[in-house]
């Protein structure tokens, strides 16, 4: 199960995507204050919440436990490669919350952005690039090995 590597990758997937749950993504830079957005909420520096966004940590762990269970799905490789698929999806999605649509449409639409003020992305963040890769390669390992037993079964 550990020993193959599309669990490896899901493993890493899994365990970088809990990681980014603690990593501020971003900080709002107005007249006024300075935000700090991470995935858990908005606020000050004086730790003051000015919105949360729990719903996008809740994402990332569904993310992380799909990515878990992916693991454990090794008996039935065609399964395995659509929940791998789906989990794909679901970051995708908290990666778009993350990085187009919050600080575009729900910050200004909240007041806590005005034309003038400026969003700038923690660079640390990039580390998000890094769980779908796992995931696609888990995915196409795991294709691999199922061509790889349906051509041993042919042998027969």
């Known amino acids: 199960m550990i020993q193959r590597i599309q669990s490896v990758f899901l493993l890493v997937a899994a365990i970088v995507t809990i990681i980014m749950l603690f990593i501020p993504v971003g900080n709002i830079y107005t007249s006024e204050y300075q935000y700090t957005f991470t995935c ?75 034309d003038g003020d400026v969003f700038r992305f923690n660079y640390w963040i990039m580390i998000f690039v890094l769980p779908p890769v796992c995931m696609f390669l888990a995915n196409r390992f795991i294709r691999k090995d199922e061509r790889l037993v349906r051509s041993a079964d042919r042998l027969r």
């Open 40 to 114: 858990f909420n908005v606020h000050l520096p004086d730790g003051k919440v000015v919105m949360s966004t729990l719903y996008i940590a809740l994402t990332l762990i569904v993310s992380a436990g799909i990515s878990i269970f992916a693991i454990f799905k090794y008996k039935d490789r065609m399964k395995q490669t659509r929940i791998v698929s789906f989990n794909m999806l679901v970051f995708l999605i908290a990666i778009m919350m993350m990085i187009w649509l919050f600080p575009d449409f729900i910050f200004q639409r909240k007041g806590l952005m005005q």
